[in-house]
């Protein structure tokens, strides 16, 4: 890869509902990016539209599969895609492969695994559930087996159809590993070990593939128990960090390493599906969303690291953690934002472009081209100048 790659982050409603060659005419000319990369399967979504003329302003989808799922793809998978409601019978993908191949655009698939409430609502079974019993209502489990093949077969599918330069798997593992895009509500704080302690997954896939494995899901759950209802009752949050409360109680941590085992041997199985490179989104990490990026690291191409944050010195440890994980830093992309927070002009943009390629990363994405004034592209475009010049 000699070229800088700027991809931009892309859902596909609004490149339908704004014209897909004029579109990407626009991101050619005005924001100067090499590619995009395309929601396949995203969470719900309720987003504020500026683009002139594009209608409605404000989207909302419950999310789901973003194309026409073949179903020949699927014969042997007991779950199938949710395809989202917006696209009725329509599916844009051989439109949008062919106008970014005119184009010398490279594609993307950015494929959102677990969290979607629109996949939960079909099948409630593949749900996660906390130490209660009771099921999260957006995320599916990644131990479970349907959920897994499910995941595997929508790669297997897209990669086989289209022709992805990658595809990127965001949020594959278990909740936990990003703030909540939704507040509920709780008249106290639990603290973070207690609000870790609510992410773990005691499903009935988890308790029974982790004991096939030796592990004693009783006794961690029995801890996870314990430790939230003296949060519950006292009303004081458990405030340590996981690392420190599992040191002290070894069935928890014994937990947090069959979890991890199960996220990498999912990533594993997904990419023995998939004909193109296969990207991992690095959010979370071993206790949050049981992601260890090192086991991760040999079952994939590249980790993206998405840092949206100006803190100076984050960018480089992020990237530095990143390489340290994949084994090098040609490895590594890292995803940026436009959007206001944390953007707030063209040079902080610029600035984290250019740092990202002076750090000797090549591929950066960027957040997003439907939540972003028009006015932005053009600090899409300054900030690639810079990194190209950087090369
Ligand atoms: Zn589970």
């Not at 950015?110 to 906390?130: E, F, I, L, N, Q």
């Not at 093949?149 to 297997?156: D, F, I, P, Q």
């Not at 610029?350 to 997003?368: D, F, H, P, W, Y």
Request: charged fraction near 25%.
């Amino acid at each position: 890869m000699g070229q800088f790659q700027i991809n931009l982050w892309c859902y596909p409603w609004d490149l339908v509902d704004e014209g897909i060659d004029d579109v990407l005419d626009r991101l050619r000319g005005e924001a100067g990016v090499t590619g995009i990369s395309i929601a396949t399967h995203c969470h719900g979504v309720d987003q504020l539209r500026p683009h002139a003329g594009v209608s409605p302003h404000r989207f909302r989808s419950r999310g789901g599969a973003q194309f026409q799922p073949d179903a020949d793809a699927y014969l042997a998978t007991r779950f199938r895609p949710v395809v989202a409601e917006w696209l009725r019978k329509s599916d844009p993908w051989t439109a949008i492969s062919e106008a970014c191949a005119k184009r010398d655009l490279s594609l993307r698939a950015w494929h959102v695994c677990m969290h979607g409430s629109a996949t939960v609502d079909r099948y409630p079974a593949g749900a996660v559930k906390d130490v209660f019993g009771e099921p999260n209502p957006s995320w599916l489990c990644p131990a479970n087996l349907d959920v897994r093949e499910l995941l595997r077969a929508m790669v297997a599918d897209l990669s086989g159809r289209f022709p992805f330069e990658a595809i990127e798997l965001e949020q594959v593992g278990f909740p936990g590993g990003y703030p909540p895009r939704a507040h509920p509500m709780a008249g106290f704080s639990c603290g973070r070990s207690g609000d870790w302690l609510r992410t773990l997954c005691f499903c009935e896939s988890c308790r029974q593939l982790a004991g096939r494995d030796g592990v004693d899901v009783d006794a961690a759950a029995a801890a996870t128990r314990r430790h939230l209802e003296r949060v519950f009752v006292a009303g004081e949050p458990l405030d340590v960090p996981p690392e420190e409360l599992t040191a002290d109680e070894p069935s928890l941590s014994i937990y947090v390493d069959w979890r991890c085992r199960q996220v990498a041997s999912l990533v594993q199985h997904v990419r023995s599906a998939c004909r193109c490179r296969l990207v991992i989104h690095r959010d979370g990490d071993r206790y949050r969303g049981g992601a260890d990026y090192s086991a991760i690291a040999s079952h994939c191409d590249a980790l993206i690291t998405v840092c949206d944050d100006e803190t100076p010195g984050r960018l480089e440890a992020a990237v530095a953690q990143a390489a340290d994980e994949v084994g090098g830093v040609d490895r590594v992309e890292v995803g940026l934002s436009a959007c206001t927070p944390p953007c707030v002009d063209s040079a902080g943009l610029v600035a984290a472009v250019k740092k990202t390629a002076e750090l000797g990363v090549r591929s950066v994405n960027i957040c997003q081209y439907g939540l972003i004034p028009e006015k932005r592209l053009e600090w899409i475009r300054q900030a690639s100048r810079y990194a190209r010049r950087e090369v």
